[in-house]
């Protein structure tokens, strides 16, 4: 059973095109993580969110606490967006990481 | 320039061997954490230290060790114990345990 689950697992996308990546979990959380892992293995941290929504250049983060569910979205996309995607929580002293989404943006 | 450096980003050892993965950080951040990561699952806890001198098991710690005697650095050895070692291990530090974590390039190990 995992506490956090992503969806899609896999994403491809043509350049330009607006992209959502949804995170759901089932449990109390005080902050989520969406974290970008680059092809070379490197973890680069996008957003920390206990509320509401964080806009950074072409990258939208919203989160529902009631609902349990965040997503990002990605405007505009371009092939360097191309990267693996992971929800990250915190729930008392404990991080839950997602699986991750594959996303491939194509010129 | 601050940041989280990892070494080696490639090792490769013999079955049986121990081996050392460095960590290191100059971000003056008190909490470290070494995690792994496997093909199609999340990122897992293998140790943190929240402070020098002191250091808690994660997840999956069995088959690992760490040191934390200097606040920039948080070795783990990958003993011979731990029965599948080969894996990408990711170091990260924050300001405090419950605080956004910088994550280091990682070192991907194969055991052979």
């Known amino acids: 059973k995992n506490e956090v689950e992503q969806s899609p697992q896999n994403l491809t996308a043509q350049e330009g095109e607006f992209i959502t990546i949804n995170c759901s979990y089932s449990v109390g959380i005080s902050a989520l993580h969406w974290l970008q892992q680059h092809p070379g293995g490197g973890i680069v941290s996008l957003f920390m969110l206990s509320s509401g929504k964080k806009k950074h250049g072409r990258l939208i983060a919203t989160i529902n606490i009631q609902e349990k569910h965040s997503s990002l979205h990605i405007t505009a996309s371009h092939p360097r967006d191309s990267a693996v995607y992971i929800c990250a929580v915190r729930a008392g002293n404990q991080f839950y990481f997602g699986t991750g989404t594959s996303l491939t943006v194509i010129p | 320039d601050g940041g989280i450096t990892q070494s080696p980003k490639y090792l490769f050892r013999k079955e049986g061997q121990n081996v050392t993965l460095s960590c290191e950080q100059n971000?003056?951040?008190?909490?470290m954490y070494w995690y792994r990561q496997d093909p199609g699952q999340g990122l897992r806890l293998i140790y943190y230290s929240q402070i020098v001198n002191d250091f808690q098991k994660g997840d999956i710690a069995e088959g690992y060790s760490v040191s934390r005697e200097k606040k920039e650095s948080f070795p783990l050895t990958v003993t011979s114990a731990q029965k599948n070692p080969t894996a990408f291990y990711l170091c990260?530090?924050?300001?405090?345990?419950?605080?956004?974590?910088?994550f280091g390039p990682g070192t991907r190990l194969t055991v052979l």
């Open positions: 990260a530090s924050s300001i405090a345990q419950y605080n956004e974590q910088f």
């Open positions: 971000l003056n951040h008190d909490a």
